[in-house]
């Protein structure tokens, strides 16, 4: 599988630099049958590295806008994935995505990667049931219901991807992630 995406729920303040791990309030794991669909366009990648790193130092908080994001996670997010419910899942996720695009915005030009914003839309257009950028972009992702499903989407983003793109259709990580400590 060349990508796999994992949904955790973890609580770690945002304004406070840790050594620590963050503490994971609630784990479930995505629907067996339900697909993400992996859109990689060719263009630029987004921040990495120094870049990175400077824009998160200039980043400042928004105490509405995380109160937002909290209600979006704890109030549709969570029990839609616990009843199994795609369409409210995606959604919330939809929702939860332009809030944080929104939070980024000024480091990365916009709500999302400057090519990923269109393919965001379509992802949506097409069928996802919800949809969001990876990272800083330009990769974004769909969600919906099954393989078959993922499969059709694919086929229907193809053109909204582009020459020298790529769409993927894969399973969700349900391992979580593994940190080695050196």
């Not at 949506?124 to 972009?137: C, F, K, L, N, T």
Request: proline residues 6%; aromatic residues 4%.
């Amino acid at each position: 599988m060349p990508h796999a995406l994992v949904l955790n729920a973890t609580y770690e303040p945002l304004c406070v630099v840790s050594s620590r791990r963050a503490v994971i309030l609630v784990r479930h794991a995505m629907p067996e049958e339900w697909r993400c669909v992996l859109a990689i366009p060719a263009a630029a990648p987004g921040l990495s590295g120094g870049a990175e790193e400077a824009a998160f130092a200039d980043l400042r908080p928004d105490p509405e806008r995380s109160a937002q994001i909290a209600q979006v996670v704890l109030t549709s997010l969570l029990p839609a994935l616990v009843e199994r419910d795609v369409t409210e899942f995606g959604a919330a996720l939809t929702r939860l995505q332009r809030l944080v695009g929104d939070a980024f915005a000024s480091a990365q030009g916009g709500t999302y990667h400057p090519r990923a914003a269109g393919l965001v839309d379509a992802l949506v257009r097409h069928g996802a049931a919800g949809a969001g950028q990876s990272s800083w972009g330009p990769a974004v992702y769909g969600v919906v219901g099954s393989e078959d499903e993922g499969r059709a989407l694919a086929r229907r983003l193809a053109a909204d991807v582009g020459d020298g793109g790529r769409v993927h259709v894969v399973p969700f990580d349900n391992d979580g992630a593994r940190v080695e400590v050196a």
